[in-house]
T-cell receptor, first 115, second 116 residues
Framework: DAGITQSPRHKVTETGTPVTLRCHQTENHRYMYWYRQDPGHGLRLIHY???????DKGEVSDGYSVSRSKTEDFLLTLESATSSQTSVYFCAISDRTGITSETQYFGPGTRLLVL | AQKVTQAQTEISVVEKEDVTLDCVYETRDTTYYLFWYKQPPSGELVFLIR??????QNEISGRYSWNFQKSTSSFNFTITASQVVDSAVYFC?????????????FGEGTQLTVNP
């Protein structure tokens, strides 16, 4: 199994509060991703990173920011949580090298409930 | 824009039956990759297979087999002699390649229930 951990695994918060989710990897992979999973939508990409301090937006990036100050950690921040951000959040890392395609391996997920 | 359609929301079978999960995709890319992931009730996502657009050979891994047909833009997944442990949500995904990484587009998933 890929060495990916997510913290916290469960969180309940109130509308308007900031929330930060952490993804930690031990594989030294360059590429990391954040997805959210909602019923009827599968998984949707929020943001991704292709190196330290290199990030880009995904399909549903509004209301989210990310940071990657070191290879092993990728943080997802909800600046002011809303009920629509209640979801299960998955981090993924990939074994991409060079320009070849990759397989993404997923962390265990974080369940976030915004009241 | 890329799109993945898994028209079967839920499938229920009896143990030992064969079951096929359908996946149809849309893309304008000439080079792309297709994936299947399994999400058991415990919630994690497990990688099953990756297939590139230039390789239309079917693949078999134990009781699992995959049929990739570029002509119909389909990448179907068959489980032979299903078992209760196969009960899970199965996701088909399509990658959009870029110089800064690939973006996966997922289907909505098919909930497979295998009854004893």
């Amino acid at each position: 199994d890929a060495g990916i951990t997510q913290s916290p695994r469960h969180k309940v918060t109130e509308t308007g509060t900031p929330v930060t989710l952490r993804c930690h990897q031990t594989e030294n992979h360059r590429y990391m991703y954040w997805y959210r999973q909602d019923p009827g939508h599968g998984l949707r990409l929020i943001h991704y990173s292709y190196g330290v301090k290199d990030t880009d937006k995904g399909e549903v990036s509004d209301g989210y920011s990310v940071s990657r100050s070191k290879t092993e950690d990728f943080l997802l921040t909800l600046e002011s949580a809303t009920s629509s951000q209640t979801s299960v959040y998955f981090c993924a890392i990939s074994d991409r090298t060079g320009i070849t395609s990759e397989t993404q391996y997923f962390g265990p997920g974080t369940r976030l409930l915004v009241l | 824009a890329q799109k993945v359609t898994q028209a079967q929301t839920e499938i229920s079978v009896v143990e030992k039956e064969d079951v096929t999960l359908d996946c149809v995709y849309e893309t304008r890319d000439t080079t792309y990759y297709l994936f299947w992931y399994k999400q058991p009730p415990s919630g994690e996502l497990v990688f099953l297979i990756r297939r590139n657009s230039f390789d239309e050979q079917n693949e078999i891994s134990g009781r699992y087999s995959w049929n990739f047909q570029k002509s119909t833009s389909s990448f179907n997944f068959t489980i032979t002699a299903s078992q209760v442990v196969d009960s899970a949500v199965y996701f088909c995904a399509l990658s959009e390649e870029g110089t800064s990484g690939s973006r996966l587009t997922f289907g909505e998933g098919t909930q497979l229930t295998v009854n004893p």
